[in-house]
């Protein structure tokens, strides 16, 4: 399984159509969003092309194809322009790999689910880049695609073999195997 990752899109349809344009192209499986999706957030600027009638239009144009957690951004009204579910987090098999995948809001690497060493905690909502062990578990982070703290652009590919973080133009910025 190959698994594309990227996080808070906050409503930018611009960012969102490079996300769709990367998955296309990757002959990944499945894209995993890690939460917010629509609202850019009270603290936030608004991101570039702000629409987000036109991020789900995208999105539910892939819906199959779609995993998405719920952000602390997301509400139940959002799931009234969505054609899928928002998940407070899940957990995949990827390989022999358990992979988590949460908003950040909650767990993160400074306060980490019930893991063990090995395990994968993937994870947004901090809007910067991250690609670390913490007490033996794999930390990953794509920061946000459409409002990054660190003025990275980036998504995540993962799978069996292990996991690399992206910028927008497909340079590798962290490699971490499995």
């Known amino acids: 399984m190959k698994v594309m990752i990227v996080s808070d899109l906050h409503g930018s349809a611009y960012y969102t159509r490079k996300a769709l344009e990367i998955f296309q192209t990757s002959s990944s499986d499945l894209l995993a969003i890690l939460g917010d999706v629509y609202?850019?957030?009270?603290?936030?600027?608004?991101?570039q092309e702000y629409a987000p009638m036109e991020v789900a239009r995208l999105l539910n144009s892939i819906k199959d194809k779609l995993l998405v957690v719920k952000g602390n951004c997301d509400s139940e009204v959002d799931s009234m322009i969505s054609?899928?579910?928002?998940?407070?987090?899940a957990a995949l098999m990827v390989g022999s790999n358990k992979v988590y995948l949460t908003h950040?809001?909650?767990?993160n690497k400074d306060h980490l689910p019930a893991l063990s060493q090995?395990?994968?905690?993937?994870?947004?909502?901090?809007?910067?880049?991250?690609?670390?062990?913490v007490s033996g578990?794999?930390?990953?982070?794509?920061?946000?695609?459409?409002?990054?703290?660190?003025?990275?652009?980036?998504?995540?590919?993962?799978?069996?073999?292990?996991?690399?973080?992206?910028?927008?133009?497909?340079?590798?910025?962290?490699r971490l195997d499995f």
Do not use: W
């Open 137 to 174: 578990v794999h930390i990953l982070n794509p920061g946000s695609i459409s409002l990054p703290k660190d003025g990275l652009r980036a998504y995540i590919m993962l799978d069996e073999k292990g996991a690399s973080i992206f910028d927008l133009d497909g340079k590798e910025l962290y």
């Open 104 to 107: 950040g809001h909650v767990f």
């Open 118 to 133: 090995g395990d994968t905690l993937v994870y947004g909502h901090f809007h910067q880049v991250t690609c670390e062990d």
């Open 83 to 89: 054609e899928f579910h928002f998940v407070e987090s």
């Open 39 to 47: 609202n850019h957030g009270p603290r936030n600027p608004l991101p």
